[in-house]
């Protein structure tokens, strides 16, 4: 029998960052090498059959108002650019999923969040390191608001969306 396609999970930032970093993609990725749009990657392979398990947990973590992310720096990631973001209140988010799925994590979702949303990517080193130094001598950093997060279906290309959990506060 086969089995459903993993499942990724993400962080959805605010319209202007993520209009940002899309635009910076569009720049600097090779072309025809983005399956997906700008996004910030919490998991990136739940196993698909546990998709009812994933949209309770999500749904439910998602009761809670949206918050800020500050974007702290570009960072290097060999063969490509992204940008570093600081938040405890997204690191304790991503831990209270992990420990929740971690049965069942790949040891990539396993891993300690390292939050970034990567702007380049699949280019050689010397480019990489090129744009690294051309992103940073124009870098300010700036604070994106946390709004929602997205279940995806990865299916070897783009992602199918599944479901977005818009951050509210909990009613009472």
């Known amino acids: 029998m086969r089995q459903p396609h993993p499942l990724v999970v993400t962080l959805v930032l605010d319209e202007d960052t993520t209009a940002r970093f899309e635009a910076e993609r569009a720049a600097l990725f090779p072309a025809g090498r983005t399956q997906v749009g700008a996004h910030l990657t919490l998991f990136h392979?739940?196993?698909?059959?546990r998709l009812d398990d994933v949209r309770t947990?999500?749904?439910a973590t998602a009761?809670?108002?949206?918050f800020a992310v500050p974007v702290t720096e570009v960072m290097p990631l060999?063969?490509?650019a992204a940008y570093r973001l600081d938040s405890p209140e997204?690191?304790?988010l991503h831990a209270?999923?992990?420990r929740s799925w971690w049965d069942d994590l790949t040891k990539q979702d396993r891993q300690p969040l390292r939050p970034h949303v990567t702007v380049q990517n699949k280019v050689d080193a010397d480019v990489a390191r090129a744009t690294v130094d051309r992103l940073r001598a124009d870098f300010a950093p700036f604070t994106a608001t946390a709004e929602a997060l997205a279940v995806w279906r990865y299916v070897g290309g783009?992602?199918?969306?599944?479901?977005?959990?818009a951050f509210a506060p909990p009613t009472p």
């Open 45 to 49: 392979a739940v196993p698909g059959e």
């Open 90 to 92: 997204l690191v304790t």
């Open 158 to 165: 783009p992602w199918e969306p599944v479901e977005r959990y």
């Open 78 to 80: 060999g063969k490509g």
């Open 96 to 98: 209270d999923l992990q």
């Open 57 to 59: 947990q999500v749904r």
């Open 63 to 66: 009761r809670r108002p949206p």
